[in-house]
């Protein structure tokens, strides 16, 4: 049962080659997609809380704001509060925190509330945080240390998943049902209807943190495997011997990850209006954004194809092709137009597919009982996302097609880190999860 880290017997993978986490790992792979399907149930929100609230631009860029200042502000903390309770009791806290910011947006709802929505907004990030934290390293130690960034981002594949439907979700019981979301362009709302408008985020947010405690109790009560005593904590008088910093795989890993959301983001914020132009796509905004459904699917392909192939290549040298491969799309993006520069630009999801769970499985790997404070580390690393403003102030000084050679630049520092960066120092040995059976 679980219980604070390092309280049960681990063994390595190799003691007992026949034990299975199917079941676990069936259950974790559930978490991912949860908040993968919540993080884009959020984006619906965007021209809906515009037309509730009549936001400026500004405002509304708010809202995606706050997703990035949650992953910084609430990393740390989260990695200590694993070390404090453990991995279970930690995913079973990160839910019951995203379920009160789902309740929180139904009372932001009732009022409404601008203000209100964004710190609810910000505190189911901050649980989706914690469960980053704590449910990405707990993976890669469930079964052998070789399959590891398989495993990792088999379960991605499963977030990518919940990206691609909750849009049909949101378009459905959020915009399908508002005034707002079904009025054409240019409509002027009455206050009536925009607080009306206001309500129809009540029950797509209710089914959420039903379906949200609903996990919280069945992780509670499921015998998740204990996590090795490789990744258990030490003893304050022995932390002072163990630095983060000796470990070149997370010194490096940490801005793999804070790069690698800089182009991941910059291609989804920019992708509709650039495919929509009429040396690109010549299409209307409404075409382009159905296209962005490829992007996202080539993202969920790209993992389960990575899980399947990280079972017998390394994982550094797969993360070395598909950086390759995105640079090799993104070049074609800058120098191509018409049909080639748009299609070329969705297969970057392909390519981007596997980057982030490999990078964060080479990132941990080594890192013994520091594993939890790397962890947090690289979570925080996410907050690079809020540097696509860059790509923006680019796009409007030198134009939107020529700003998609920074995206090819962080392709570069990528295969960098697959080639050389990823490699561990003063690693400690691998271990597996102890199974409670």
């Known amino acids: 049962?679980?219980?604070?880290?390092?309280?049960?017997?681990?063994?390595?993978?190799?003691?007992?080659?026949?034990?299975?986490?199917?079941?676990?790992?069936?259950?974790?792979?559930?978490?991912?997609?949860?908040?993968?399907?919540?993080?884009?149930?959020?984006?619906?929100?965007?021209?809906h809380l515009r037309s509730v609230f009549e936001l400026s631009y500004f405002q509304a860029a708010l809202i995606e704001s706050v997703w990035f200042i949650a992953y910084f502000f609430a990393s740390i903390p989260s990695a200590k509060l694993i070390e404090r309770i453990g991995y279970q009791k930690s995913l079973v806290v990160g839910l019951l925190i995203m379920a009160a910011g789902a309740l929180g947006m139904i009372l932001a709802a009732s009022i409404p509330s601008y203000g209100v929505t964004l710190v609810m907004l910000f505190v189911i990030a901050s649980g989706i945080t914690l469960l980053q934290v704590a449910a990405n390293p707990y993976v890669t130690v469930l079964g052998s240390p070789k399959t590891a960034s398989s495993r990792l981002n088999l379960v991605q594949a499963l977030n990518s998943a919940g990206t691609m439907l909750a849009p049909l979700f949101g378009a459905y019981l959020i915009l399908g049902r508002s005034k707002g979301g079904t009025a054409e362009a240019g409509t002027v709302l009455t206050q009536a209807e925009r607080l009306a408008d206001a309500q129809s985020v009540v029950l797509p947010y209710a089914l959420v943190a039903i379906v949200l405690v609903v996990l919280a109790i069945i992780i509670a009560r499921f015998p998740l495997p204990a996590m090795g005593s490789a990744t258990s904590r030490v003893a304050k008088a022995d932390r002072k011997n163990h630095s983060l910093w000796k470990h070149r795989n997370l010194v490096f890993g940490i801005p793999a990850i804070f790069i690698y959301l800089i182009a991941e983001i910059g291609v989804g914020n920019l992708f509709v209006n650039f495919v929509s132009r009429p040396d690109i796509g010549n299409m209307t905004t409404e075409q382009a954004g159905r296209y962005l459904t490829f992007l996202w699917g080539g993202m969920m392909i790209g993992r389960f194809a990575g899980s399947a192939i990280m079972q017998k290549v390394a994982a550094d040298k797969v993360l070395a092709f598909f950086s390759i491969g995105a640079f090799i799309v993104m070049s074609i993006t800058v120098v191509t137009t018409g049909h080639v520069a748009m299609w070329s630009l969705i297969l970057v999801g392909l390519f981007h597919s596997i980057m982030f769970p490999t990078i964060f499985t080479l990132g941990i790997k080594g890192l013994g009982p520091l594993t939890e404070e790397g962890s947090g580390l690289l979570i925080m690393a996410i907050a690079g996302g809020a540097l696509v403003a860059v790509q923006g102030w680019l796009a409007d000084e030198y134009g939107l097609q020529l700003s998609f050679v920074l995206t090819a630049i962080c392709e570069l520092y990528i295969l960098f880190y697959a080639l050389w960066g990823s490699k561990p120092t003063n690693a400690f040995p691998d271990e597996a999860a102890a199974d409670p059976q």
């Open 1 to 47: 049962m679980a219980g604070p880290v390092g309280t049960s017997t681990a063994y390595t993978a190799s003691a007992a080659p026949g034990a299975s986490y199917g079941r676990a790992l069936g259950l974790l792979a559930s978490l991912f997609f949860m908040w993968g399907f919540i993080t884009v149930i959020n984006g619906t929100l965007l021209p």
